[in-house]
């Protein structure tokens, strides 16, 4: 009867063939080798985790992303990837990283050993409406006994990231002087505009 390698489970025959052996729980081959496996249980696994990122829409892509690594230590400069590459407009995209090592220690040829997994958990980037204010410009006119026919304008306060008022959807409307046409004063509304990077809001003039 054969006997078995302790804490292992398997006979020397099987221990030199490898046949039977639990690499999914049990042992591991180092990285960068896959002739000698070692016991899981002297290993130590690395976590990068993407740091969440959250900000309010300013027409900039994100161009710093970051991670915090807990566990094993590892060597490299991290790189990422994922959807938020490029992104600009409110939503959510994910941020993964990538691209670490563990280190080699030229003093301890057998230091690879001591080393497991990598594991890399992505992150969210989350971009915000900004706010965005659009107020009727204020209108004068002395009295000539005509209706008010200017064309509706407004000041925007909010516009980030190069934005223009050509940025935003619809048309800008200012209601409220319709048949205007004795001296006094008379209150402007605008509307008439959205958009999904800006979350809007109408200021009255006179």
């Known amino acids: 009867q054969g006997v078995s390698i302790v804490g292992t489970g398997l006979s020397?025959?099987?221990s030199s063939s490898y046949t039977g052996f639990d690499f999914t729980n049990t042992w591991s081959f180092p990285p960068?080798?896959?002739?000698?496996?070692?016991?899981?249980?002297f290993q130590r696994?690395?976590?990068v985790f993407a740091d969440d990122v959250s900000k309010t829409y300013d027409g900039q892509v994100l161009s710093n992303p970051s991670a915090t690594v807990v566990g094993a230590d590892v060597s490299g400069t991290t790189s990422y990837a994922g959807s938020y590459q490029g992104a600009v407009n409110v939503g959510t995209y994910s941020i993964t990283p990538q691209g670490l090592s563990f280190p080699t220690n030229v003093n301890d040829p057998d230091s690879y050993q001591h080393y497991g997994t990598i594991y890399y958990v992505p992150s969210t980037l989350t971009i915000t409406k900004a706010p965005l204010t659009v107020t009727a410009s204020n209108v004068s006119k002395t009295y000539d006994g005509l209706t008010w026919a200017g064309l509706p304008s407004a000041i925007y306060t909010g516009l980030v990231g190069g934005d223009s008022a050509a940025s935003l959807s619809g048309s800008l409307?200012?209601?409220?002087?319709?048949g205007a046409v004795n001296a006094g004063t008379y209150t402007l509304t605008p509307g008439g505009l959205s958009s999904g990077n800006y979350d809007i809001s109408f200021a009255n003039g006179i």
Do not use: E, K
């Open 45 to 47: 696994d690395a976590y």
């Open 32 to 41: 960068g080798q896959n002739s000698t496996p070692v016991l899981r249980r």
């Open 173 to 178: 409307s200012v209601s409220g002087a319709a």
């Open 12 to 14: 020397p025959g099987q």
